[in-house]
């Protein structure tokens, strides 16, 4: 069992930058890949970000390449999601997501992830 907890989002202008957290429960976090999704006002959920157990591979989203840089410390069991030059489109809830899977290529499709984190909000005002 994982439990992920989420925390750094907030109230931003455009171009800002946010770094937001993903705390995860539990003694085999590195037995994981995390991966970032976001779910805009009336719009389905969406892949940001994945990576594998180890940190050497990462994967992005279409929508956030460049300027989304995902991150973890297995010593802190920990993910990190950073996220510079925000546009008001980057608005949403962005929930952090755990796959017991240590394949070197993270997963990117939702059904993959076991566990998931309540989410938190980023708002990104023009």
């Known amino acids: 069992q994982v439990q992920l907890v989420e925390s750094g989002g907030g109230l931003v202008q455009a171009g800002d930058s946010l770094r937001l957290s993903c705390a995860a429960s539990?003694?085999?976090?590195?037995?994981?890949?995390m991966g970032w999704f976001r779910q805009a006002p009336g719009k389905e959920r969406e892949f940001v970000a994945s990576?594998?157990?180890?940190?050497?591979?990462?994967v992005y989203g279409d929508s956030v390449k460049g300027p989304f840089t995902i991150s973890r410390d297995n010593a802190k069991n920990a993910v990190y999601l950073q996220m510079n030059s925000l546009k008001p489109e980057d608005t949403a809830v962005y929930y952090c997501?755990?796959?017991?899977?240590?394949?070197?290529?993270?997963?990117?499709?939702?059904?993959?992830?076991?566990?998931w984190g309540q989410g938190t909000q980023v708002t990104v005002s023009s």
């Open positions: 990576i594998s157990w180890s940190g050497a591979r990462t």
């Open positions: 997501a755990a796959a017991k899977t240590t394949a070197w290529e993270p997963p990117m499709r939702q059904y993959e992830y076991e566990y």
């Open positions: 539990g003694r085999t976090f590195s037995a994981y890949a």
